[in-house]
């Protein structure tokens, strides 16, 4: 069964979760360009098992191994198809690994980033207010909103909806859970909308913020990490 | 009185969560009850309830409805003997009309067009809803959605209904309302569960209050023995009813929890005072 909570941002006390959202950026992007590098399987397992050291860090091995079942059959196919086509079966797994780099790496980014922290960073790297503020709204809501809907589907459920039957009946049986889902997003929507201008929203083109993020050594240890496997581009 | 729900050593813990939610739940609820549950925010009342009909599976121990293990039967199959009114009522209007707001689980259940007409105009008249029978619901008032809600549970006679929250966003006389309507349940041969914060609301209905701390069952009885103990209700995070700071601040001995039986009590005080 699909688990939202698995897949967004949960506080926890880590030193991954106390990064600046920055440096984790880059360690994204850093990870993204070496699994697009190079297609051995080597070099590719080197930099996969290297993206294990800041999940286990994080302790985010449970929501690793969801997200790697959940893109299961995602990897099997691209096995499959690599192998059927190139008849090269190291290959077809390195372009597997090449996929799973890119879970791992954004799983860190996504899991351990609060999006206020990533709104500051987005505000700090120059992006306009306006933006960095709907951007993060939308971001934040998304709890609430599976929130809402696991209330919904519960409120249904309740009165015989069967959500589990079939794969038609489940699509049509959604519309007593989108329904209700829309006209409380709408509502709730509102509401934000009418709280913020009660809180003078909009007076200032450049608002201040409660916090200022600060790079610290840790943040330049973990983006040298992310340069680690240019030792490996060039032994490997 | 017959055993309706029965819960045996019941503890459940929330996926990520670290601490249960509830917490060795032993509990019964019988036939023509009206049992309040009452708890601070986080008590885990909701959690509770939502084991009746099958919503919820306990992590450990066993929920009985009329005898039927609810990890061994669907919510459907549950939802018929036990009806939940959740908090908030647009969580589960959708339709077109009233009308078939109304009609929804009796067509998930498999009623015939011709019965679910009889019971939809019974239901409608029942709750004084019929002027709006052609209306979008989504578009009511708080008070009529909640009709509209209850009169959609209702209509498929569950033999256990449920209560959560039902008094946020309604106004004295809608209270007076839905009080009246657990009378006439009662008398039916319900079990009404009632989960609030509200003490005034079930003070004089309830035959049987459930507290709630930190998922446990810290105490439960006779309302005039639960909500005269203000240490138990100051430890739940409770106040105590409007009518028992009344009845204390006349340094009343006796418990009284109706509004007829206080205004006697005042009454015979005034004429022995004249």
Redesign the interface.
């Known amino acids: 069964m699909f688990?939202p909570?698995?897949f967004y941002f949960?506080k926890k006390d880590t030193i991954i979760h106390r990064l600046d959202p920055r440096s984790k950026l880059v360690y994204v992007i850093a990870m993204f360009v070496w699994a697009l590098i190079r297609g051995d399987l080597l070099f590719l397992s080197a930099v996969f098992l290297l993206t294990l050291i800041p999940i286990s860090l994080g302790k985010l091995f449970k929501n690793l191994l969801i997200s790697l079942r959940a893109a299961l059959f995602f990897i099997v196919l691209i096995i499959l198809i690599n192998y059927v086509f190139s008849h090269n079966l190291s290959l077809a797994i390195a372009l597997a690994l090449r996929f799973m780099i890119l879970i791992s790496s954004f799983l860190i980014f996504s899991i351990t980033t609060s999006p206020d922290d990533l709104a500051l960073a987005l505000y700090r790297m120059g992006f306009p207010y306006d933006f960095v503020l709907t951007f993060n709204l939308s971001v934040r809501f998304i709890p609430t909103v599976m929130r809402?809907a696991t209330?919904?589907i519960?409120?249904?459920?309740?009165?015989?909806?069967?959500t589990q039957k079939g794969f038609i009946n489940r699509i049509k049986n959604y519309?007593?859970?989108l329904?209700?889902l829309i006209?409380?997003g709408i509502?709730r929507a509102i509401n934000v909308a009418e709280s913020m201008e009660a809180r003078c929203f909009g007076a200032s083109k450049k608002p201040t913020t409660l916090y200022e993020l600060k790079f610290a050594v840790k943040d330049y240890v973990f983006i040298a990490f992310s340069f680690i496997p240019t030792i490996f581009y060039f032994l490997l | 009185m017959q055993k309706v729900i029965e819960f045996k050593h019941v503890s459940y813990k929330y996926p990520f969560e670290e601490d249960y939610a509830i917490k060795d739940i032993d509990l019964s609820f019988y036939e023509e009850e009206v049992v309040a549950i009452i708890g601070s925010n986080g008590a885990g009342k909701t959690t509770l309830i939502k084991h009746m009909n099958g919503l919820l599976k306990p992590t450990t121990g066993d929920v009985f409805v009329e005898g039927i293990n609810t990890k061994k039967a669907t919510v459907a199959e549950l939802s018929k003997k036990v009806g939940i009114v959740f908090q908030n009522s647009d969580y589960q209007l959708f339709a077109q009309t009233v009308y078939d707001e109304i009609a929804f689980a009796l067509r998930n259940f498999g009623y015939n067009e011709a019965e679910i007409k009889e019971r939809v105009k019974k239901m409608m008249d029942y709750f004084s809803i019929s002027q709006y029978e052609k209306s979008s619901p989504i578009l009511l008032s708080g008070g009529e959605k909640k009709r509209v809600t209850l009169a959609s549970v209702l209509v498929y006679d569950p033999k256990v209904l449920i209560l959560d929250e039902p008094t946020i966003g309604l106004d004295f006389n809608q209270k007076k309302n839905l009080k009246h309507f657990i009378s006439r349940l009662k008398e039916e041969r319900k079990t009404i569960v009632i989960v609030t914060h509200d003490l005034d609301f079930v003070s004089d209905i309830s035959t049987r209050i459930i507290v709630m701390n930190r998922g446990q069952v810290m105490a439960q009885g006779d309302p005039k023995d639960i909500l005269y103990e203000e240490d138990l209700l100051k430890e739940a995070n409770l106040m105590p009813p409007s009518i028992v700071k009344l009845a204390k601040g006349l340094g009343l001995n006796d418990r009284i929890l109706s509004f007829e039986e206080m205004l006697q009590k005042i009454d015979n005080l005034l004429l022995r005072n004249v």
């Open positions: 688990r909570e698995y949960r809402d209330n919904i519960d409120a249904q459920r309740a009165r015989g909806l069967e519309v007593p859970v329904i209700p006209v409380v509502k």
